[in-house]
């Protein structure tokens, strides 16, 4: 604690002197404190103001700006469970005749149960467990006109077959609870189905034995595409179908250049082995005699040899054989096991590293001498470029042999597909189908278990005229019909669209309720009481008050924050002017009072609600609601005119509140006051109250030191008998101190 003085210094003890020293640097601190808090509440005032006004600005105002926001025509339907029906501005009014002749529908294939007896198939079953077959041959999914070849191998899994499926272009799945495989179009309508249909034999006995075989007219039509390619009397084949073959060749053939990079590519990566081997078994200086003057392959044999000898001798210690004899690992101290272990690692690094340097080295010698690229020696560099028309004509030649004998395999393997699934479509159709094209019943039945679902297109008929559609759903002539049921026999339902007066009297209403709340919510805060004289409280003025008191004062500046903002009157102003505003449509100019739309006047207005509206006729209001509904009646007889107004109103307000919102040098996009401003304010605060409670705590220290070094000078003076008793008293210096010390 400082020491109290008096007398000498002139009767001030130092806790009274620090107080009063500090005591203005203090204020200025509380002072900032207190500017800073009201800022940040100003700060959230408008955040809380700019969200209402950017959430009408975004919502009701941005879709009052389309016509189609507000619903011009609605219809009924005679029977809602046959079809449901959305009319725009443009559907034609009177009663319209309505038949759903077909719904569509998506392709469907629910596969068989596979267990059949056997254990549990899942996803990780081989085909072939499920077949009992090694043969599993090939299938081709078509879809929406193209057709991918699905080849069937020994070890192919049920999740490897679900993944072809899906690649080819379908849903696909397998059910292990249900043991089933599920199959289905992405999109519904006759396009978007699907078929799955063997390509040879073999092909045919897996989709049996997957349970997915079936005898459903998309498959039918599948089999007759290339059952008509294949001549049964002769064994012979159509040219359509070399043609076929001919194309399906141009697309996967290989060529000269393609065959050049692939060797480029095996020479660099080859090369590049080589390189990383060099660079990693040169000898170094710190290796022994018997590792220098080495070439990378000798001394990587070295230490092959070295490391084989020395896990040897491991193996070969007496101590760690077991009882028959061998080696026992588990006998190994720790110590060695670890040695064990690095050594069996180092060997089975060396051997890949001199494997792979050797068939690398080998690879680039027969490359280099067959010449299938250019390599170029400079400045110590190989440079590796692809091998040109001008080069070595064996070089060429030789790819040119590989190219062709590729293509071969290529021509050969397509020719056989392509026949061979031509000949089992003609001997499958011949076998599916009778004479009159109806599906056989017996062996080409569907597998059993199996559902088939036909995609199909939706059908309809509007007033006699015929319509078709992928889905269910049509939109015609301003009209969206869902269809939900077929009719039945010559049966139809009656569509009637009229305008929909309470679809558009509420969208205008909900404008105004949104508007009225916000431009009531700008009059208060501008108008509100003053709140001169209330500052933010300090911690010490809070303490001395009850918390009502403490959030009555608070709640009197917050108030008031935005009391008299000419940034918030602007904003008001140009939303109260637009209101105002007339627009011409069809050569005759309209206001909001053509629509029996106003205020209630400066005098009959309550406080703060000059600026709001009022509907007449409406229901919900007390003042207005005895009112002729003048709006209701001008939906009603001209809803053109109606809508077209309020698109141009919103438009206006959208436009100018739009421009409020953009950004500046102090503002952010989307925002009306200056928020970039205030965050650079509220930051600056920050620094100016930090160097006030810096001066505040130096001055206390000051202060404090100089009082105690006063305090440590007059004892000295006691003690050394300059200054006595006698001249204590006579000084009125406090006796209790100086008897203390002398």
């Known amino acids: 604690m400082p020491i109290r003085l008096s007398g000498m210094v002139s009767g001030m003890d130092t806790k009274t002197l620090v107080t009063a020293l500090v005591s203005g640097y203090k204020l200025k601190k509380d002072n900032l404190v207190k500017a800073q808090t ?31 926001a507000y619903s011009l025509k609605k219809s009924t339907v005679s029977n809602s469970t046959v079809a449901t029906v959305t009319a725009s501005s443009s559907a034609v009014a009177g009663t319209q005749k309505l038949k759903v002749k077909k719904l569509a529908s998506s392709g469907y294939l629910t596969g068989g149960t596979v267990k059949d007896g056997k254990a549990n198939i899942t996803g990780s079953s081989k085909l072939s467990d499920i077949t009992g077959s090694t043969s599993q041959g090939s299938v081709t999914l078509s879809v929406d006109g193209k057709s991918t070849n699905i080849e069937l191998t020994e070890d192919m899994t049920v999740n490897q077959f679900v993944v072809k499926l899906k690649d080819a272009g379908v849903q696909a799945s397998f059910d292990e609870n249900n043991q089933r495989f599920f199959i289905s179009s992405k999109t519904s309508g006759k396009d978007g189905d699907f078929a799955l249909v063997a390509n040879d034999s073999a092909g045919m006995d897996s989709l049996r034995n997957l349970r997915l075989y079936t005898n ?84 990587a044999n070295l230490l092959l040899k070295d490391a084989k000898d020395a896990l040897s001798a491991i193996e070969q210690n007496a101590a760690y054989k077991g009882d028959d004899g061998n080696f026992d690992v588990s006998k190994l101290s720790e110590e060695d096991k670890k040695k064990y272990d690095n050594l069996k690692t180092s060997i089975s690094s060396y051997e890949s590293d001199i494997k792979n340097y050797t068939e690398a080295k080998d690879t680039m010698t027969e490359y280099k001498n067959k010449q299938y690229v250019n390599i170029e020696e400079k400045d110590g560099k190989t440079t590796v470029t692809a091998l040109k028309e001008t080069d070595s004509a064996s070089g060429v030649s030789d790819i040119q042999a590989t190219v062709d004998s590729r293509n071969a395999e290529t021509k050969a393997k397509l020719t056989s597909q392509y026949q061979a699934k031509a000949k089992n479509s003609y001997e499958m159709y011949s076998k599916m189908v009778d004479a009159n094209g109806n599906a056989k019943a017996g062996e080409y039945s569907d597998s059993v278990g199996a559902v088939r679902i036909v995609g199909v297109d939706a059908e309809i008929e509007l007033n006699g005229a015929k319509f078709t559609n992928n889905t269910s759903t049509f939109s015609i002539n301003g009209l969206t019909i869902q269809a939900t049921a077929e009719t039945k026999g010559d049966e139809s339902v009656n569509i009637t669209p009229d305008t929909d007066v309470d679809a ?31 500052e933010p409280l300090t911690d010490e003025e809070k303490d001395a008050m009850s918390d009502k008191e403490v959030e009555k004062w608070e709640t009197k500046i917050k108030d008031s ?55 007449d006729g409406d229901k919900d209001d007390t003042t207005t609601s005895g009112n002729e509904d003048k709006l209701r009646a001008a939906i009603a007889s001209d809803p053109e005119t109606v809508v077209s107004f309020f698109s141009q109103l919103c438009t206006k307000l959208y436009t100018d509140l739009g421009n409020k919102m953009a950004s500046s040098s102090v503002s952010s996009a989307y ?48 003690r050394s008998h300059l200054l006595c008793r006698d001249c204590l008293e006579a000084d009125n210096i406090d006796k209790s101190f100086g008897n203390k010390y002398i």
Not at 505 to 529: G, P, Q, R, V
Not at 677 to 703: L, P, R
């Open 38 to 68: 009201k800022l940040s509440w100003k700060q959230e005032k408008w955040k809380t103001m700019n969200t209402s006004i950017y959430s009408f600005y975004s919502g009701k105002l941005s879709a009052g700006r389309l016509s189609n």
């Open 216 to 299: 459903d007219k998309t498959s039918q039509a599948e089999y007759a595409k290339w059952a008509k390619y294949y001549n049964a009397d002769t064994d012979t084949y159509t040219a359509e179908l070399d043609d076929i073959i001919n194309t399906a060749y141009e697309s996967a053939k290989t060529n000269f250049d393609a065959v050049a990079k692939e060797r480029l590519a095996t020479y660099s990566k080859a090369s590049s082995i080589v390189d990383s081997f060099t660079k990693k078994y040169t000898a170094s200086d710190a290796d022994t005699e018997v590792y220098k003057d080495k070439t990378p392959e000798e001394r």
């Open 504 to 534: 558009i009297y509420k969208s205008i209403k909900d404008m105004f309720t949104e508007y009225n709340k916000l431009i009531k919510s700008m009059d208060e805060a501008y108008n509100a009481d003053s709140s001169k004289g209330y």
């Open 561 to 615: 924050l935005l009391r008299k903002d000419d940034t918030l009157n602007s904003v008001a102003n140009t939303l109260k002017n637009d209101m105002a505003s007339s627009f011409i449509i069809n050569g005759k100019s309209y206001a909001l009072s053509s629509f029996g739309i106003s205020t209630l006047g400066y005098f009959a207005s309550g406080e703060n609600e000059k600026g709001v509206y009022h509907i």
């Open 671 to 718: 925002t009306i006051y200056n928020d970039k401003q205030m965050n650079t304010q509220y930051s600056e605060y920050n620094t100016k109250i930090s160097d006030a409670e810096s001066k505040v705590s130096t001055w206390k220290i000051t202060t404090i030191v100089s009082s105690q070094l006063w305090s440590q000078h007059l004892l000295s003076l006691i």
